[in-house]
């Protein structure tokens, strides 16, 4: 298994090209599912899971084709022949859920097995069940599969999310694309993927509208037609690298990156003491000397500060003078990256769903293991700023989610490498 070797190294300075966003791929890639004709998506990340993604819809008997180094994935569902995303490969990724409301919306049935377990907290997939239920599906679980049917097609209705869960919103409102009537999602996910993805739908025929706000109104069409899309940008991606000159000191400009995509975190960046500045091509982030400021930070679903930067955030306020307050609310077992960052000398007190982080002048470089895949990436943030060598194992999570992650921080004059393992 691969090792990241990072030592670090002082301020850092340069450009990094910020990649498409693996959550919207991984959502854009099943709305194929949704047509008979070609989906195409542009600015695709090159990653693990959208391998995985790629995968299961072949399995499904769409095909797939990735394009241009990965880069363009080329899709056509014109031939569907498995309605059963089995479980070898749903446990693989939780997101492979969502090829269950575009087959059950085309095909009028769909066999997907529960993702099971995740290292993140429980996950389960109740508001999923309850929003296709809601359109007039049969949903049963048998031998850890769910089996969804339509016999009479789908029907739109209002659908009343208790919380709002991103997958689910995907989920239901791509199912409602091709359901008979009007359906309204109330209490729907607002993030950046949702308006992507309904962007695409669009794009593909549907009507929908309301997307971006927490009440989403899609009227059925009987068909959707084919469609090229880009990818929006990855805004954890950004995030994450706006943070290697937070800690490291420096500054780097994220091509590709958007303000809106990260207001609440780069206004929690503010705060700390770090610049962000718009250019005409991204986002500039400038630490130039001062110290970092401790700040307190609650994770929201959108447009709040985002449960994916939380880790990577710890890393940099456990460099902060002062004790800052970390409160997870989206997921609760999210904080397994705290004790690998005390084996860096972190001073980290966690209860329940908050984190008490105290800095300290110098983090020490250590032995560390990604327990998951924001984890890995807060530990390579905190080896930046470390004394020392941090190395960092079990990085299949990283490349899960983070494409060449070693050359993007090397061309910005990091000291990293990957140990082939
Ligand atoms: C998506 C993202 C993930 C991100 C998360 C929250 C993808 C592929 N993944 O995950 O990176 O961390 O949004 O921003 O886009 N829940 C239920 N019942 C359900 C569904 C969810 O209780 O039926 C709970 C979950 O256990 C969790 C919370 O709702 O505590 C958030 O989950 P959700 O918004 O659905 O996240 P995902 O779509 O799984």
């Known amino acids: 298994m691969d090792s990241i070797l990072v030592t670090g190294n002082g301020p850092l300075s340069g450009q990094i090209p910020i990649a498409g966003a693996k959550n919207a791929c991984l959502t854009l890639m099943p709305a194929t599912l949704l047509s008979e004709e070609p989906l195409t998506l542009t600015n695709a990340p090159r990653l693990s899971d959208i391998r995985t993604m790629t995968a299961l819809l072949q399995s499904l008997g769409a095909e797939v084709t990735s394009l241009q180094n990965g880069q363009v994935l080329a899709m056509s569902s014109h031939d569907l022949n498995n309605h059963v995303a089995d479980y070898d490969i749903v446990r693989k990724m939780r997101a492979s859920n969502l090829v269950l409301g575009p087959m059950l919306a085309r095909l009028g049935h769909a066999v997907v097995s529960l993702p099971g377990g995740c290292a993140i907290g429980a996950r389960p997939m109740d508001l999923h069940i309850h929003g296709l239920e809601a359109l007039g599906a049969e949903i049963e679980l048998r031998d850890g599969y769910l089996h969804a049917k339509a016999p009479r097609g789908l029907k739109g209705a209002v659908v009343d999310f208790s919380f709002a869960s991103v997958g689910a919103t995907e989920n239901v409102m791509m199912a409602a694309t091709l359901a008979k009537g009007t359906t309204v999602l109330k209490n ?46 990855d805004r954890i991606e950004l995030g994450t690298y706006m943070l290697a000159p937070a800690i490291a000191g420096g500054e780097v400009e994220c091509l590709g990156g958007r303000l809106d995509l990260v207001a609440s975190f780069a206004a ?51 460099t902060a003078e002062g004790t800052s307050v970390l409160e997870e609310r989206i997921f609760e077992n999210r904080f397994m990256h705290a004790p690998e960052l005390m084996r860096m000398g972190a001073r980290i007190d966690v209860q329940g769903g908050t984190a008490r982080v105290t800095g300290v002048e110098q983090l020490k470089g250590a032995p560390v293991m990604a327990t998951d895949l924001r984890a890995s990436v807060s530990l390579i943030l905190a080896g930046l700023a470390a004394e020392g060598e941090t190395v960092v194992s079990r990085v299949y999570h990283l490349d899960r989610g983070y494409e060449h992650v070693e050359t993007k921080l090397q061309a910005v004059g990091a000291k990293i490498e990957r140990i082939r393992g």
């Open 188 to 233: 729907a996910a607002r993030e950046p993927e949702i308006v992507d993805l309904a962007t695409c739908l669009r794009k593909m025929g549907a009507r929908i509208e309301g997307d971006g706000t927490s009440v989403i109104t899609i009227e059925g069409v009987d068909r959707l037609n084919g469609a090229t899309h880009p990818v929006v940008t």
């Open 268 to 318: 929690k960046l503010e705060q700390a003491g770090v610049t962000v500045t718009e250019t005409g091509q991204g986002l500039k982030v400038t630490r130039k000397g001062g110290p970092i400021r401790a700040v307190d930070v609650t994770t929201e679903p959108f447009p709040g500060f985002p449960t994916d930067l939380q880790a990577q955030m710890m890393a940099l306020l456990a």
